[in-house]
């Protein structure tokens, strides 16, 4: 094996989702924030989507090294069950031997479990792994257990996590109680070809390469455009191109070990498998304005205004921008009016859309207090103190405007003088 040449200490690029090689991109690191805030809030569930491979996963496994000594963990991998299959696989996570009971024996097992570990002082979390492959039913199973609760508190915290079709069932009308429990929702994009480089070099140093160039800079870009930034594709790639080097007895991997890794995997590029491969759980319309617009063209633009004039202007490409009072967010609102993560901005080729995020003071939108809002040209949200001023730059709209309203709540018109910024 190719240890011993490039002087590492075990293998860099392994499939299995081994935390500590996690490497924690601004998004990624993100995510994990959303999992962790499962442990101080039980109000709701926490989302997360990413496509396959891109490190969802590894990101559970990170997080379940940390968590505190308190809180009991159930964790579910296979989704592809029935309720009553479901509700045993979460009490044998438990601890318990449920197999000969019925739905009521199980949902009232772990009623009464959920509340003895809340009197005990323990909190209770489970985690769903490609939950996307949950039926309706089960889905709206999970719902139910949610609601158990003291007279204070929720009792179980819960997190899913799932590719993008995941999306998709939960804004499915029949699980619209579902859907607004859901207190963040997070989706894993790619990453950058900078954070494909730093990705290697995390995993090398970590595998004990040090601060050695076993890489060399040539193959980083040609990486990136066979591999896309999937992590778990940079695995593969990078793993059969250590040993094409091992096997020419070269000392660092270089371009011509990655392009034979290339050639015995007989992979095409990425942007060309994308085409040929429809990415799963977009809708057509985002798939087609995605392969067909340049990311440089933007599709619209939100002006951020505060006191009466405009601090900011974002562009609008395909996808979506998270609002907030952190800096960790796509659009920086520094206000004690917004909420950490107050709504995002999701954009499509035919529409698009504001939808909170469970903030504590909503959004607004012509003094109505609404949960989701399709945007129109001229369109002005209200976040906190500041605004957002929606500009349609297409020349043609698929779909009028349409808005899921909560009945307002006034917010009290004092000018409050945040800084605004994208990150």
């Keep these: 094996m190719y240890l011993e040449p490039f002087k590492l200490r075990e ?19 993100r995510a994990k924030a959303y999992m962790e805030s499962t442990i101080w809030f039980t109000d709701g569930f926490v989302v997360i989507t990413g496509e396959i491979g891109a490190g969802k996963t590894t ?25 009553v ?45 490609e939950a996307q492959n949950l039926t309706m039913r089960v889905l709206e199973e999970v ?19 799932g590719q993008p079709e995941l999306n998709e069932k939960l804004n499915a009308p029949e699980l619209a109680q579902l859907t607004q429990r859901v207190r963040l929702r997070f989706h894993l994009q790619t990453l950058s070809e900078a954070e494909t480089k730093a990705y290697i070099q995390h995993r090398l140093e970590v595998a004990g390469g040090g601060e050695r160039q076993i890489f060399a800079a040539e193959t980083f870009p040609i990486i ?60 057509h319309a985002v798939k087609t304005a995605a392969a067909a617009m340049p990311q440089g063209h933007p599709v619209g633009k939100l002006l951020v205004a505060a006191d009466g004039r405009t601090v900011q202007e974002i562009p609008l490409h395909i996808g979506r ?44 939108v012509k003094a109505n207090r609404v949960r989701r809002h399709y945007l129109n040209d001229g369109d002005v949200v209200l976040v906190g103190k500041h605004e957002l001023i929606y500009v349609d730059e297409r020349s043609s709209r698929a779909r009028g405007s349409g808005t899921d309203t909560v009945p307002g709540i006034q917010v009290d018109p004092a000018i409050d003088t945040g800084v605004v910024r994208t990150t």
């Design 11 to 29: 293998l860099p690029f392994r499939l299995s989702p081994d935390p500590q090689f996690l490497y924690l991109s601004k998004q990624h690191a």
């Design 59 to 83: 990101l559970i496994e990170s997080f379940l090294k940390e968590v505190p000594p308190d809180v009991v963990v159930a964790q579910i991998n296979q989704t592809q069950v029935s309720v």
């Design 85 to 129: 299959d479901f509700l045993q696989a979460v009490l044998v996570q438990f601890g318990f031997s449920p197999f000969k009971m019925r739905k009521a024996e199980l949902i009232s097992t772990l009623n009464n479990f959920l509340i003895e570990q809340y009197a005990a002082g323990r909190k209770v979390l489970l985690i769903v792994d």
């Design 143 to 161: 719902r139910l257990l949610s609601g158990v609760e003291t007279t204070k508190d929720k009792v179980l915290r819960i997190i899913l996590a």
């Design 224 to 283: 990136f455009r066979y591999c896309g930034g999937v992590p778990r594709l940079i695995n593969t790639l990078c793993d059969t191109a250590l040993m094409a080097a091992f096997s020419a007895d070269h000392g660092t991997v270089t371009g011509v070990d990655v392009m034979a890794a290339v050639e015995e995997l007989r992979w095409v590029e990425y942007a060309a498998r994308q085409q040929q491969y429809s990415p799963a759980g977009l809708p």
């Design 321 to 364: 921008l998270i609002v907030g009072r952190t800096p960790d967010n796509d659009i920086y609102i520094d206000s004690r009016f917004v909420s950490r993560h107050h709504c995002q901005v999701i954009t499509t080729s035919h529409s698009c859309v504001v939808e909170d995020l469970n903030s504590t003071n909503g959004i607004f």
